[in-house]
């Protein structure tokens, strides 16, 4: 038996997310299925975590055990010829037998794009989300309210209801803000991330951007445990998960 | 009688370009139809130039005269909210009445976007031209190629043929060669550009950059006017009109 890494690239426009479900289109099953293709046996696709519909990844890891005797690096290639062109496996390689892409992260990084125009945008409508010229974003504020995310905290606030999950308490490493012409793009790096909260936190600091909310509050938001204090949960098309770290 | 000029992004993948054709969707029509819904009149668009199918636009200028009493500046407000996502007015604005969209464009911005990796791109894939990591690109040959390009040239060579153009001399004023990651940005200003001239030129640069042409060569390959000499014409989707000159 085998143990197969890959490192996978998807525009999540049209699936319900990576996680398989009855009656939609997900991107673990249809990987599952190319698997299968080209090995003969359905495997079991371990992701390191799920994503919700119209989420991308630049760096999503996935991986899953085989007797198939195909050399490691090329089940990348032998994949893109029968995935769909919206799902490329950038890279495959072999992993010790005990690695679970899920179990073993240690970390990820993940990115949220913003435009802020005046008008939306017709070329990037599906990989960033649109803020109005209306509200023309303070970036300082915005660098500094990230500052207050930074380090080990309970995120509580920072979740979206429904999760069952007990330890909500996570560290985030770093937030890098980076402007180009009119693009923002805030990326995030930490130990793990609740349910919706790099999209939470993002919207967060859309609000300080727009002087909703204060860059010197954001302790005491996060401290409240309060989901209401803190901004609303982006939508899913400006997030990208960049990448896993073992 | 007013005469409006806008300035348009638009998304290339589902159109078959911009200029009106029978059964078949172009962006000239669909912006035309989009106009005589809000003033009630059908006008008569007139663009800085066609673009083929699949071919992108950042900053593409059209004029139409109307009676309307719509404020200049409202018009992209206006139109975006009838117009397909895929095609957004970046700004409208009042021009002289002599304004003419294509005879007063006085040059023209486009570029080529390369993507130079192992595998394609899934976010990417109707925005780039992917590039095999087989052919690994020299760039400071490509760069120096691409002197060659700039300044008043014969391009005879470097046009589609069934072009029934005259005068097939032109001034390209610069070439930019910019790297990020895996992409590599190819930026050409000129007076004006022949049919698929950027595409046949973006092909030979490409040629020069796995070293099946010397940059040495390219004078003397613009002197044959041999379309056969010249590097093959990349894809539509990597090809942006970026600004019209006026």
Redesign the interface.
């Known amino acids: 038996m085998r143990n197969i890494k890959l490192i996978i690239?998807?525009?999540g426009t049209n699936y319900c997310g990576w996680q398989t479900q009855k009656n939609a289109n997900s991107i673990q099953e249809t990987i599952q299925r190319a698997i299968e293709k080209i090995t003969g046996t359905t495997p079991n696709l371990n992701g390191s975590g799920r994503t919700d519909a119209g989420v991308?990844a630049?760096g999503q890891v996935a991986n899953f055990m085989t007797e198939s005797k195909i050399p490691a690096e090329r089940f990348?290639?032998a994949l893109?010829a029968v995935l769909p062109?919206?799902?490329?496996?950038?890279?495959s390689s072999e992993a010790d037998i005990d690695f679970h892409a899920r179990y073993s992260a240690k970390g990820k990084q993940y990115s949220y794009l913003l435009l802020n125009?005046?008008?939306?945008?017709?070329?990037y409508?599906t990989?960033a989300y649109h803020v109005s010229y209306g509200d023309k974003l303070d970036i300082n504020e915005m660098v500094a309210a990230s500052k207050g995310f930074v380090g080990t905290h309970d995120f509580y606030g920072f979740m979206s209801t429904g999760s069952s999950i007990k330890d909500t308490t996570k560290t985030i490493y770093d937030i890098k803000i980076e402007q180009k012409d009119d693009f923002i793009k805030l990326t995030y790096n930490g130990n793990g991330f609740l349910y919706n909260m790099v999209r939470i936190i993002s919207g967060t600091l859309l609000y300080a951007g727009i002087g909703r909310i204060d860059a010197n509050q954001i302790f005491e938001i996060i401290a409240s445990k309060d989901r209401t204090r803190a901004g609303i949960t982006l939508p899913a098309h400006g997030l990208y998960l960049e990448k896993v770290f073992y």
Chains 1, 2 share one sequence.
């Open positions: 690239e998807y525009d991308h630049l990348a290639y893109n062109k919206d799902i490329i496996i950038k890279a125009s005046k008008q939306p945008t017709a070329l409508r990989l």
